[in-house]
């Protein structure tokens, strides 16, 4: 009965290698063990009493929009939208304004969030000293990034449906393209954060994000622009998030939208990749 039991454990051990994740079986111990929603676990933790900040997320685009509802919007009535067809332009303006707010949550989660931790509160040390990788570290930090992103999409599309702006059943697709456009925000907003030295280079990142939140088509069309910054502005992160939600609220889709979808995918792993890179060379030195 014993040998049975035995033979039966060690058929188990063995078989449990197998079913543990692809990275965990692909990279190294030191580099990551598995163990990223213990981050997330603990930043729900922390802003459990921080509830507010989420809020805050959401007030600065709902003011967008009912201020081109019932101002701006007054005097621009109609632009061309996806597919060349002519729609409302407050209708046009909101889901770039929903993408924006899942840009603007996972940039501001990625960048100040994470350089206090890394550079004054020294969290991340602590944390290499139990069993977590640095890309645990990375991971966990763009996925805490990527939740608050969405919980501003999923409120800002219950706004969007009361102002009659989402019409489209595939409208519905909003919230899963908004997580990509903060996976892919917070990825590469992490990795610029381990760069910054002091709080006063955080005027670096409002400088980047700012016009990439004017120019990125998200008041206005791309072909008001001249033909050399119409390329410009397609290298824009956010264009391509602003394209998916935008043609997604209306219900044209195209070919394109893979596109997008692949620029989006490609910087987020970038991201990840250099975030956990950097970390291990500033704090497994």
Not at 211 to 230: A, D, I
Not at 247 to 267: C, Q
Not at 276 to 284: E, F, I, T
């Amino acid at each position: 009965m014993s040998s049975t039991t035995s033979a039966a454990t060690g058929a188990a051990a063995s078989s449990a290698p197998a079913r543990r994740g692809l990275l965990l079986r692909m990279l190294p111990a030191p580099l990551y063990t598995g163990r990223a929603r213990a981050l997330l676990e603990r930043s729900a933790m922390v802003y459990s009493r921080a509830w507010l900040v989420f809020v805050s997320g959401v007030v600065e685009p709902l003011l967008y929009l009912l201020a081109f509802q019932v101002g701006f919007g007054k005097l621009v009535e109609e632009v061309t939208g996806p597919g060349g067809q002519t729609m409302n332009y407050v209708a046009f303006v909101a889901p770039a304004l929903l993408a924006a707010s899942a840009m603007n949550g996972a940039v501001f989660d990625s960048t100040f969030n994470v350089f206090f931790k890394f550079r004054y509160n020294k969290t991340y040390d602590a944390m290499l000293a139990t069993p977590l990788g640095p890309l645990d570290i990375a991971l966990g930090e763009i996925g805490w990034a990527v939740l608050r992103g969405g919980l501003y999409a999923v409120a800002f599309l219950g706004v969007m449906a009361g102002f009659g702006l989402a019409t489209s059943p595939w409208a519905l697709l909003l919230v899963p393209v908004a997580l990509l456009v903060s996976f892919a925000f917070a990825a590469i907003g992490m990795v610029c954060a381990t760069f910054l030295k002091s709080p006063s280079q955080f005027d670096f990142v409002q400088l980047a994000v700012m016009p990439m939140f004017l120019l990125s088509t998200t008041f206005y069309p791309l072909s008001v622009y001249p033909e050399p910054l119409q390329y410009a502005v397609q290298c824009l992160p956010l264009y391509h998030g602003v394209e998916l939600t935008r043609g997604l609220a209306v219900g044209v889709l195209d070919v394109s939208m893979l596109g997008h979808v692949a620029y989006l995918l490609v910087l987020a792993a970038a991201g990840a990749y250099f975030t956990a890179k950097r970390l291990a060379g500033l704090l497994l030195r």
